[in-house]
């Protein structure tokens, strides 16, 4: 059961804290498609997690990026991470000011060494629609040449790297396929991310002092032993208000059609609480209720806290612009068909699976059976081996344990969409129109200090609380969770419907791979297509060796209009 998992969890932590100082830390690097963007546009990104001797870490299950000014964080994402990697997209939001942007990365276990172990690089990001110069944040040149090198930028070193990128061709035309080989990839090659983009001259953003990150991959720091590493999963930080007086159960569940329920144990010194989950990404709507010990509501609720470090710089450079009214055009169209595509397309919530591993002994389709005005009806006719019992002044349902060949003895978990009503009223009184499925666990479950006899779960047609009032105690929050690795989808224009097709294409980055998979001795090849735009593409190669040595290559192709 959950409890379980959580003591192992603890007990973890602590043979690790013991041998932190010597052996157990982790240090991250992130690539991104490119350095400088348009507001509205994607960041392509791969998340690297490795430990002290550059082997890929497998404590932690999740990953932290942010991109801030001096003012607040502008853009947050949590990345799932399996044997230390992860990748992901972040929307720039449209009405971000154009300037430098500080991106970081970590993990919740880095924590514990404080904000120098932070993964930290710097962006541009440009706002096509703001047309007056913050002084603070950028200034304008007459050219491209006259940008000025930031003297940071001339301690970055790149390691010597014999890495062969080689393109079929060195001039192509519009959506037309190219062809990248790639050779001499070292044999002990832990992480190689390839990424095509248009070199554009509107902006320099220095690049990563390399040597500093490898120092600070080896550096050793105070170690608090505050924060658990997320080896299973996204931990769920809650905060109870007001402060606790009194012995209070607190759960957290996600709305859905699966049982994904977990209990937390709160600490009544300062009203926190930790929720260890695991399995959990993407969009998620979750209700966190807290009542007393004895089920009865409470004049308390549990308000979710930030997971995230929140770090700001002190200060960031302004960002020298070259204002290239073509190729600031050519983007922010770009900028607009993606929205357009964004708009079309329905988002999915992502739907965990079951978090049990085992099946409910009874399941009932509503929709096979003659419909009743009310739930208690409902389950008087049909529903076996349940029954809804007068106790006091409430009624309460519960499950006939045919081996014991008695019913629960009342604390039966009754759920709607994966939510839980204490009070089991509240689910008799509702419409059972709305009701698609019921299903039926017998059996005794533990979630974390909360035991229960049984579970009745209500299922909705399409999983979501309709008309469902939430009580005093409950609240709905949606909710990030870690995002699973997303595809950069491309056109293929391998046929002459899609080459002739009149919608148009302002890809910038025409490719994005952040796990290329290599054969030791031979050669990599990959293919895409060009988009509409014309002008110069660079093909940037980056990783990691398991010895700690950087790979790093690049290779440039041009498309015109005329070439066939």
């Given at each position: 059961?959950?409890?379980?998992?959580?003591?192992?969890?603890?007990?973890?932590?602590?043979?690790?804290?013991?041998?932190?100082?010597?052996?157990?830390?982790?240090?991250?690097?992130?690539?991104?498609?490119?350095?400088?963007?348009?507001?509205?546009?994607?960041?392509?990104?791969?998340?690297?997690?490795?430990?002290?001797?550059?082997?890929?870490?497998?404590?932690?299950?999740?990953?932290?990026?942010?991109?801030?000014?001096?003012?607040?964080?502008?853009?947050?994402?949590?990345?799932?991470?399996?044997?230390?990697?992860?990748?992901g997209k972040m929307k720039i939001p449209s009405n971000l000011p154009t300037g430098i942007y500080r991106l970081t990365g970590y993990t919740r276990y880095m924590r514990n060494e404080g904000e120098k172990v932070l993964f930290e690089k710097q962006i541009a990001i440009i706002n096509a629609k703001q047309q007056t110069p913050d002084p603070v944040r950028f200034n304008t040149?007459?050219?491209?040449?006259?940008?000025?090198?930031?003297?940071?930028?001339?301690?970055?070193?790149?390691?010597?790297?014999?890495?062969?990128?080689?393109?079929?061709?060195?001039?192509?035309?519009?959506?037309?396929?190219?062809?990248?080989?790639?050779?001499?990839?070292?044999?002990?090659?832990?992480?190689?991310?390839?990424?095509?983009?248009?070199?554009?001259?509107?902006?320099?953003?220095?690049?990563?002092?390399?040597?500093?990150?490898?120092?600070?991959?080896?550096?050793?720091?105070?170690?608090?032993?505050?924060?658990?590493?997320?080896?299973?999963?996204?931990?769920?930080?809650?905060?109870?208000?007001?402060?606790?007086?009194?012995?209070?159960?607190?759960?957290?569940?996600?709305?859905?059609?699966?049982?994904?329920?977990?209990?937390?144990?709160?600490?009544?010194?300062?009203?926190?609480?930790?929720?260890?989950?695991?399995?959990?990404?993407?969009?998620?709507?979750?209700?966190?209720?807290?009542?007393?010990?004895?089920?009865?509501?409470?004049?308390?609720?549990?308000?979710?806290?930030?997971?995230?470090?929140?770090?700001?710089?002190?200060?960031?450079?302004?960002?020298?612009?070259?204002?290239?009214?073509?190729?600031?055009?050519?983007?922010?169209?770009?900028?607009?068909?993606?929205?357009?595509?964004?708009?079309?397309?329905?988002?999915?919530?992502?739907?965990?699976?079951?978090?049990?591993?085992?099946?409910?002994?009874?399941?009932?389709?509503?929709?096979?059976?003659?419909?009743?005005?009310?739930?208690?009806?409902?389950?008087?006719?049909?529903?076996?081996?349940?029954?809804?019992?007068?106790?006091?002044?409430?009624?309460?349902?519960?499950?006939?344990?045919?081996?014991?060949?008695?019913?629960?003895?009342?604390?039966?978990?009754?759920?709607?969409?994966?939510?839980?009503?204490?009070?089991?009223?509240?689910?008799?009184?509702?419409?059972?129109?709305?009701?698609?499925?019921?299903?039926?666990?017998?059996?005794?479950?533990?979630?974390?200090?909360?035991?229960?006899?049984?579970?009745?779960?209500?299922?909705?047609?399409?999983?979501?609380?309709?008309?469902?009032?939430?009580?005093?105690?409950?609240?709905?929050?949606?909710?990030?969770?870690?995002?699973?690795?997303?595809?950069?989808?491309?056109?293929?224009?391998?046929?002459?419907?899609?080459?002739?097709?009149?919608?148009?294409?302002?890809?910038?980055?025409?490719?994005?791979?952040?796990?290329?998979?290599?054969?030791?001795?031979?050669?990599?090849?990959?293919?895409?297509?060009?988009?509409?735009?014309?002008?110069?593409?660079?093909?940037?190669?980056?990783?990691?060796?398991?010895?700690?040595?950087?790979?790093?290559?690049?290779?440039?192709?041009?498309?015109?209009?005329?070439?066939?």
């Open positions: 059961m959950k409890l379980i998992s959580t003591i192992l969890s603890l007990i973890l932590f602590f043979c690790f804290s013991l041998k932190a100082d010597d052996t157990v830390r982790e240090r991250v690097y992130i690539h991104t498609d490119k350095n400088c963007y348009i507001a509205g546009e994607n960041i392509w990104l791969k998340f690297y997690v490795i430990d002290s001797n550059f082997q890929p870490s497998l404590l932690s299950k999740v990953g932290y990026i942010e991109i801030c000014d001096t003012e607040m964080p502008r853009i947050q994402l949590k990345v799932a991470l399996e044997k230390g990697s992860g990748a040149v007459e050219s491209f040449e006259n940008l000025k090198m930031p003297e940071k930028a001339l301690l970055d070193r790149k390691e010597p790297s014999n890495l062969m990128i080689n393109t079929d061709r060195k001039e192509y035309g519009n959506r037309k396929k190219v062809i990248v080989s790639l050779d001499n990839i070292p044999e002990n090659t832990a992480n190689l991310v390839i990424s095509v983009s248009r070199t554009d001259s509107i902006a320099f953003v220095p690049e990563i002092n390399k040597q500093e990150w490898l120092k600070q991959v080896k550096g050793t720091f105070d170690f608090s032993h505050q924060w658990i590493p997320e080896y299973e999963g996204h931990i769920i930080n809650c905060k109870c208000t007001p402060k606790p007086n009194q012995q209070l159960i607190s759960n957290i569940s996600i709305v859905g059609k699966d049982i994904r329920y977990f209990n937390g144990k709160l600490n009544y010194e300062n009203g926190l609480a930790n929720f260890y989950t695991s399995g959990l990404s993407g969009k998620q709507q979750i209700v966190t209720s807290v009542v007393s010990s004895m089920y009865n509501k409470a004049p308390y609720r549990l308000d979710l806290i930030s997971p995230f470090y929140e770090s700001l710089p002190l200060n960031l450079p302004a960002l020298q612009i070259y204002m290239s009214e073509k190729q600031l055009i050519e983007r922010y169209l770009g900028v607009q068909i993606q929205e357009k595509t964004d708009n079309d397309s329905i988002e999915i919530i992502n739907q965990p699976s079951n978090h049990f591993a085992f099946q409910p002994f009874s399941s009932y389709d509503l929709d096979e059976y003659t419909r009743f005005s009310s739930i208690s009806e409902t389950i008087l006719e049909f529903v076996n081996l349940v029954r809804v019992s007068k106790v006091g002044n409430t009624r309460k349902i519960r499950v006939y344990l045919e081996n014991e060949q008695r019913f629960s003895i009342g604390n039966t978990l009754v759920l709607i969409d994966g939510v839980p009503l204490y009070d089991h009223e509240e689910i008799l009184a509702y419409n059972p129109m709305y009701i698609k499925k019921i299903n039926i666990y017998d059996g005794r479950y533990l979630f974390g200090g909360e035991y229960h006899e049984c579970i009745v779960s209500f299922i909705t047609h399409d999983g979501n609380l309709p008309f469902f009032k939430l009580t005093e105690g409950s609240q709905l929050f949606d909710y990030d969770c870690p995002q699973l690795p997303q595809s950069l989808v491309t056109p293929d224009y391998s046929t002459d419907e899609f080459i002739n097709s009149r919608k148009p294409d302002f890809r910038h980055t025409l490719y994005w791979n952040p796990d290329v998979e290599y054969t030791k001795g031979q050669t990599v090849n990959l293919s895409f297509y060009t988009s509409d735009l014309c002008g110069e593409f660079k093909v940037t190669v980056e990783g990691i060796t398991t010895d700690g040595k950087l790979i790093n290559g690049n290779s440039s192709f041009l498309v015109t209009e005329d070439t066939n």
